[in-house]
């Protein structure tokens, strides 16, 4: 399904739509699988948004740490897995959902279940998406969220 996915994008169209690059908004995307990470890159850089990438919670929580540094890029929007090894992406919530200068989080998870939801509502974040989902309801809260 994601390759099918990733297959529709990369034919779509060549060039990403939205205001120029020096203008875009930086998503931040954490999931420790690789094709997951790259499908959403690609359906976010497609609907206007920088993209940045991390492997794990550990990776996500230095880059938002970072980013909260005036001479860093900023973030804009964070969208991460919820099970990741070492820091998972409720780990990170707990951590920087509470910060004045932390972004909006989404969650996204294959094992959801309601208390995971209810927690992860409890702890700050916006969205939660449980996979499979539609990328076109992901990239229309994105837009609510951080409009291109």
């Known amino acids: 399904?994601?390759?099918?996915?990733?297959?529709?994008?990369?034919?779509?169209?060549?060039?990403?739509?939205?205001?120029?690059?020096?203008?875009?908004?930086?998503?931040?995307?954490?999931?420790?699988?690789?094709?997951?990470?790259?499908?959403?890159?690609?359906?976010?850089?497609?609907?206007?948004?920088?993209?940045?990438?991390?492997?794990?919670?550990?990776?996500?929580?230095?880059?938002?740490?970072?980013?909260?540094?005036?001479?860093?890029?900023?973030v804009d929007l964070v969208i991460s897995d919820v099970r990741m090894p070492g820091l998972t992406g409720l780990g990170v919530l707990k951590i920087h959902g509470a910060k004045p200068r932390c972004p909006p989080i989404i969650l996204m998870t294959a094992f959801g279940d309601k208390l995971t939801r209810l927690e992860a509502e409890r702890m700050g974040a916006v969205a939660f998406f449980d996979k499979p989902f539609c990328l076109d309801d992901l990239i229309a809260k994105v837009r609510t969220l951080a409009p291109p």
Do not use: F, W
Not at 49 to 60: A, F, I, K, S, W
């Open 1 to 74: 399904m994601v390759t099918q996915n990733l297959e529709r994008l990369s034919v779509a169209s060549a060039a990403p739509v939205g205001k120029s690059s020096a203008a875009k908004l930086h998503v931040l995307i954490a999931d420790d699988d690789a094709e997951m990470r790259s499908l959403l890159a690609l359906a976010l850089t497609h609907a206007g948004y920088n993209v940045m990438e991390c492997r794990d919670g550990e990776e996500l929580s230095l880059c938002l740490r970072e980013s909260s540094t005036s001479q860093a890029e900023r």
